[in-house]
């Protein structure tokens, strides 16, 4: 295309903004080259049904929680309300930008400020940063918290402890942030082995993380034992949320003893689960911890809301502005719209969901190493040919949508949520017993292993796309 020397052109309006365009001559239709020329000109015509019918087929395709059940164990997959995206969607929180300033602002930053509060008042905190926008953001943020304050008072702790039933991601989080990780074994019960916490609780320990109930989606009943270890030591106490879905409005972690604590707002409070982003995880603390919280936090000053950068020992800030804005309004709204009652009674109703399912299964036959417990928001069985029949078995299980193989080898892990029904959980539990079934019969496994699976997309090597990810396709 010939170049031509183009100025660009600036109005100034009557309010002192100015605009810019370029002028009409600037570009011409001879300057376009042949090449480039639309051969058959138009495009071709669909009608609306065909390209509404289009986009429907593709969504079908994929796996969906408006038709399907997602009892992914330790992750909850629970359905989102749609209301919360329309109330996130309105333009008083969609259409403003981070730099505007604080006075043309004041709903958002108000919206911020309420959901502190409320999160405080859940979790037994007193103050949250709204900032991390993950769970494992969460965690660093919080590691990174306790590692400031004992800085501030001139100890050096190295280490940091979490148990063998804790969070997949908090030993990637403590060894990211230079600690070192030291692993707290589980007894026999699938609870904290108070005697092997006592012995590596040391002062060279900074915190001690904690996920209750643990991921084998059972309470440990000994939390005030554990957190008196840790605080005996001048320890500090994480609480990684990942679970909060079981326990919100039952007790708050902040009165057991738990120093730190970070929330997954797209598992508990009807946010989108972003598969990796955007999601949201605050992190809070207790009051002498406060003063250590990222910047800026949202203050009430007399009627306005402000933005607070005078922390004194603050660690910074850990994402550009505040934090992924629409997933907090979408957890504020469900807050709203559910109440302390309804945020009870959805914790209450995932546990029965999941004791119905371990219940119901124990009478089919599965095994669950830890069946003479009530389970919480989860249940985890075992199954004896899970490594027998490593790739066959896995495949066909992973068709139901549960964890395999954490949080040990063999274990198969299922959250059903609250917001399936009792029918929705008896089909899931019926699909459990045909698969059993088929992977015990040599003749269905044999057939099975002959049998050609075609798909519209062809299935990628999930471990080497996980350890490779190559976002454009193979040239011929």
Same mark, same amino acid.
């Given at each position: 295309?010939?170049?031509?020397?183009?100025?660009?052109?600036?109005?100034?309006?009557?309010?002192?903004?100015?605009?810019?365009?370029?002028?009409?001559?600037?570009?011409?239709?001879? #300057?376009?080259?042949?090449?480039?020329?639309?051969?058959?000109?138009?495009?071709?015509?669909?009608?609306?049904?065909?390209?509404?019918?289009?986009?429907?087929?593709?969504?079908?395709?994929?796996?969906?929680?408006? @038709?399907?059940?997602?009892?992914?164990?330790?992750? +909850?997959?629970?359905?989102?309300?749609?209301?919360?995206?329309?109330?996130?969607?309105?333009?008083?929180?969609?259409?403003?930008?981070?730099?505007?300033?604080?006075? +043309?602002?004041?709903?958002? *930053?108000?919206?911020?400020?309420?959901?502190?509060?409320?999160?405080?008042?859940?979790?037994?905190?007193?103050?949250?940063?709204?900032?991390?926008?993950?769970?494992?953001?969460?965690?660093?943020?919080?590691?990174?918290?306790?590692?400031?304050?004992? =800085?501030?008072?001139?100890?050096?702790?190295?280490?940091?402890?979490?148990? #063998?039933?804790?969070?997949?991601?908090?030993?990637?989080?403590?060894?990211?942030?230079?600690?070192?990780?030291?692993?707290?074994?589980?007894?026999?019960?699938?609870?904290?082995?108070?005697?092997?916490? &006592?012995?590596?609780? =040391?002062?060279?320990?900074?915190?001690?993380?904690?996920?209750?109930?643990?991921?084998?989606?059972?309470?440990?009943?000994?939390?005030?034992?554990?957190?008196?270890?840790?605080?005996?030591?001048?320890?500090?106490?994480?609480?990684?949320?990942?679970?909060?879905?079981?326990?919100? !409005?039952?007790?708050?972690?902040?009165?057991?003893?738990? #120093?730190?604590?970070? /929330?997954?707002?797209?598992?508990?409070? %009807?946010?989108?689960?972003?598969? !990796?982003?955007?999601?949201?995880?605050?992190?809070?603390?207790?009051?002498?911890?406060?003063?250590?919280?990222?910047?800026?936090?949202?203050?009430?000053?007399?009627?306005?809301?402000?933005?607070?950068?005078?922390?004194?020992?603050?660690?910074?800030?850990?994402?550009?502005?505040?934090?992924?804005? @629409? /997933?907090?309004?979408?957890?504020?709204?469900?807050? *709203?719209?559910?109440?302390?009652?309804?945020?009870?009674?959805?914790?209450?109703?995932?546990?029965?969901?999941?004791?119905?399912?371990?219940?119901?299964?124990?009478?089919?036959?599965?095994?669950?190493?830890?069946?003479?417990?009530?389970?919480?928001?989860?249940?985890?069985?075992?199954?004896?040919?899970?490594?027998?029949? %490593?790739?066959?078995?896995?495949?066909?299980?992973?068709?139901?949508?549960? =964890?395999?193989?954490?949080?040990?080898?063999?274990?198969?892990?299922?959250?059903?949520?609250?917001?399936?029904?009792?029918?929705?959980?008896?089909?899931?539990?019926?699909?459990?017993?045909?698969?059993?079934?088929?992977?015990?019969?040599?003749?269905?496994? &044999?057939?099975?292993?002959?049998?050609?699976?075609?798909?519209?997309?062809?299935?990628?090597?999930?471990?080497? %796309?996980?350890?490779?990810?190559? *976002?454009? &396709?193979?040239?011929?």
């Amino acid at each position: 295309m010939e170049k031509e020397n183009v100025k660009l052109i600036f109005k100034e309006s009557q309010d002192g903004r100015v605009a810019y365009s370029l002028p009409k001559t600037a570009i011409k239709k001879k #300057d376009l080259l042949g090449e480039y020329k639309r051969k058959t000109p138009g495009l071709p015509e669909v009608s609306e049904r065909q390209i509404a019918g289009h986009y429907q087929n593709l969504a079908d395709l994929n796996f969906c929680p408006y @038709s399907e059940m997602d009892p992914l164990g330790s992750c +909850t997959m629970k359905y989102n309300p749609p209301l919360m995206e329309a109330l996130a969607s309105l333009p008083g929180f969609l259409n403003i930008h981070p730099y505007q300033n604080e006075s +043309t602002i004041q709903g958002a *930053l108000e919206a911020m400020y309420f959901l502190d509060l409320y999160l405080c008042e859940i979790v037994g905190m007193a103050k949250f940063t709204l900032q991390p926008s993950a769970g494992a953001h969460g965690e660093s943020t919080g590691i990174m918290i306790g590692g400031a304050y004992f =800085t501030s008072k001139a100890e050096k702790r190295t280490k940091i402890l979490a148990p #063998d039933s804790s969070h997949g991601t908090n030993p990637a989080s403590i060894t990211n942030l230079g600690f070192e990780y030291e692993q707290v074994n589980s007894n026999g019960q699938g609870w904290v082995d108070l005697k092997d916490l &006592e012995k590596r609780m =040391t002062e060279d320990v900074a915190i001690f993380m904690l996920t209750n109930p643990n991921t084998y989606g059972l309470f440990d009943p000994n939390i005030d034992k554990i957190a008196e270890i840790i605080h005996r030591k001048g320890g500090l106490l994480y609480y990684d949320g990942a679970n909060l879905n079981a326990i919100m !409005g039952k007790y708050r972690p902040g009165d057991l003893g738990f #120093d730190i604590a970070h /929330i997954n707002l797209h598992k508990t409070f %009807g946010t989108p689960h972003g598969m !990796g982003g955007p999601g949201a995880g605050p992190t809070g603390v207790v009051e002498k911890l406060k003063d250590f919280l990222p910047i800026p936090t949202v203050e009430k000053q007399g009627e306005k809301y402000t933005l607070n950068y005078s922390l004194e020992h603050t660690i910074g800030k850990v994402k550009a502005f505040y934090g992924n804005y @629409s /997933i907090l309004t979408k957890a504020f709204a469900y807050i *709203l719209m559910l109440g302390p009652e309804g945020l009870r009674k959805v914790s209450e109703t995932a546990v029965v969901h999941a004791n119905y399912m371990q219940e119901k299964l124990k009478k089919k036959g599965f095994k669950f190493p830890y069946g003479d417990q009530h389970c919480m928001h989860e249940c985890v069985m075992k199954h004896e040919n899970i490594n027998t029949l %490593g790739h066959l078995l896995s495949e066909y299980f992973k068709k139901l949508q549960a =964890t395999i193989h954490f949080p040990e080898a063999n274990f198969y892990m299922i959250e059903p949520t609250e917001t399936e029904t009792k029918e929705s959980i008896d089909e899931y539990i019926e699909a459990m017993v045909e698969v059993d079934k088929a992977i015990k019969d040599p003749i269905v496994m &044999e057939e099975l292993e002959k049998r050609k699976t075609f798909t519209p997309i062809r299935k990628i090597n999930a471990k080497k %796309g996980m350890a490779r990810p190559c *976002l454009r &396709e193979k040239e011929d």
